[in-house]
């Protein structure tokens, strides 16, 4: 079992910049794929980056490449999504998730990722 939190939400301007951190607890989380998805409202859930374990692949939705980073320190059992550059279409609900141990392709498909945050709000202003 992996439990997952999310934080570094916020209200930002455009043109500015939030790091998102979530840290996991529980199981082996080194050797997990961790993902970044968010929801705006009344839309489905987007993918936004995903990175297996150990970095050797990393994987951006092309709606946040070259804006967002994602990177991860093992040692704290957290992931990070670093985003710059952001615009109001950015604005909706962040999610981490994991996929389950030994489940090692990146995804960018919500349904293949077991465990899921609860979830940290951002909100872009024009």
């Known amino acids: 079992q992996v439990q997952l939190v999310e934080s570094g939400g916020g209200l930002v301007q455009a043109g500015g910049s939030l790091r998102l951190s979530c840290v996991a607890s529980?199981?082996?989380?080194?050797?997990?794929?961790m993902g970044w998805f968010r929801q705006a409202p009344g839309k489905g859930r987007e993918f936004i980056a995903a990175?297996?374990?150990?970095?050797?692949?990393?994987v951006y939705a092309d709606s946040v490449k070259g804006r967002f980073t994602i990177s991860r320190d093992n040692a704290k059992n957290t992931v990070y999504l670093q985003m710059d550059s952001l615009n109001p279409e950015d604005t909706a609900a962040y999610y981490c998730?994991?996929?389950?141990?030994?489940?090692?392709?990146?995804?960018?498909?919500?349904?293949?990722?077991?465990?899921w945050g609860q979830g940290t709000q951002v909100t872009v202003s024009s």
């Open positions: 990175d297996s374990w150990g970095g050797g692949s990393t």
């Open positions: 529980g199981r082996t989380f080194s050797k997990n794929v």
């Open positions: 998730a994991s996929r389950k141990s030994g489940y090692y392709a990146v995804s960018p498909d919500s349904t293949d990722y077991y465990y």
